[in-house]
């Protein structure tokens, strides 16, 4: 199974030759070329959403914005018609009250951070694997590390298919050795994208680039990782690299 973390990039207009409207056809070469089965996409505006709706006709798209209101930036998961049956899904927030919409930890960003979480069954095999796809925090540490915890947590007490392999992805706005990422050492997830460099490059320019993005599995064996670095004319996928894994469950 070929599975994506990309961020996409918020579109508000503000990147110049890279803004959205011009990183378009190269996004949907890439993908038409690539065909990943699933895509798990990071700051999705609701306009871009709807654009990957529209654009992506082998997959169904899932999820919803961050904010009170299910407006705003969010956490979308594509996946192949063809390939996946979807046996559940569910939007959290990671805070301490995360079924109330908007929530956020007491020292944290002015931004909501959520998690978008799926149960798959994949047709080629006939097994069932857990997704989530998550976006940690900007601003503090604490936030990130606590949002981690939670995941965790969270996926260590599953009622259905508790053992099902399982996948977290998203842009973890740390570094693998920065202490918010302690709680991944000592857990069952190994991070496939170790190894693989810079990830957040914006561009080229402004902030120092560092490796942020992650595929982290449980139960899965990963043949080989891609990360996408593919420029035209100075025009970019977005302002990090997606990354793609090539992965199979592992064998009892």
Not at 73 to 87: G, P, S, T
Not at 156 to 185: H, K, Y
């Amino acid at each position: 199974m070929k599975l994506v973390t990309f961020n996409i990039r918020c579109d508000f207009g503000q990147d110049g030759e890279n803004n959205f409207c011009f990183r378009k056809p190269l996004i949907l070469e890439k993908l038409r070329r690539e065909r990943p089965d699933l895509i798990c996409f990071q700051e999705v505006l609701p306009h871009v959403a709807a654009w990957l709706k529209e654009e992506l006709t082998d997959c169904y798209v899932i999820g919803c914005g961050r904010s009170e209101t299910l407006e705003d930036e969010q956490l979308a998961v594509a996946y192949r018609k063809d390939r996946l049956n979807l046996i559940q899904m569910e939007t959290f927030w990671l805070s301490e009250t995360p079924y109330a919409p908007g929530s956020r930890y007491p020292r944290q960003s002015v931004c909501p951070r959520t998690a978008t979480e799926a149960l798959f069954e994949d047709l080629s095999g006939r097994t069932v694997f857990r997704l989530v796809n998550t976006h940690l925090d900007h601003e503090f540490p604490e936030a990130r590390a606590q949002g981690l915890v939670q995941i965790l947590q969270k996926l260590a007490q599953e009622a259905l298919f508790p053992n099902a392999p399982a996948v977290i992805t998203g842009d973890l706005n740390a570094e693998p050795g920065s202490p918010e990422m302690s709680a991944l050492r000592t857990s069952p997830y190994r991070n496939v994208t170790a190894g693989t460099g810079v990830t957040y490059h914006g561009y080229g320019r402004g902030d120092p680039p560092c490796a942020i993005d992650y595929i982290l599995t449980r139960g899965f064996d990963c043949e080989r990782v891609e990360k996408w670095t593919d420029c035209r004319d100075g025009v970019y996928l977005s302002d990090h690299y997606p990354v793609c894994a090539h992965i199979r469950p592992a064998k009892p």
